[in-house]
């Protein structure tokens, strides 16, 4: 099992910047790709982007250009760095990773409490 903390969100206006930290504990050296994922009041949870061990990114197209995701494997910790936010960016960021038990991998098992991010005049 793999235990994540978000942290970094707060109250933004439009054109801000923020940078969420999710930092993972637990059965850390099993891990492999890490994400974000984000969830509007009403919608579905949907997903930000991700990052594989060999720091390959992929990014939803809402957020492509203006949202960064890296990773620190020494501080087993994922960072999202938002930029130019949009009211419509405005959701709880939730981080979650995928890891490998024997020869089965699984993706989303594990998720933080998440971090409310709030973009708004």
Not at 97 to 106: D, F
């Amino acid at each position: 099992q793999v235990q994540l903390v978000e942290s970094g969100g707060g109250l933004v206006q439009p054109g801000g910047s923020l940078r969420l930290s999710c930092a993972a504990s637990g059965n850390i050296f099993s891990i492999n790709a890490m994400g974000w994922y984000r969830q509007a009041p009403g919608k579905e949870r949907e997903l930000v982007a991700t990052i594989t061990s060999g720091d390959s990114t992929n990014y939803a197209d809402s957020v492509k250009g203006r949202f960064t995701i890296s990773r620190d494997n020494a501080k087993n910790t994922v960072y999202l760095q938002m930029n130019s936010l949009e009211p419509e960016d405005t959701a709880v960021y939730y981080c979650t990773v995928g890891y490998y038990v024997g020869i089965s991998y699984h993706w989303g098992d594990s998720w933080g409490q998440g971090t409310q991010v709030t973009v708004s005049s």
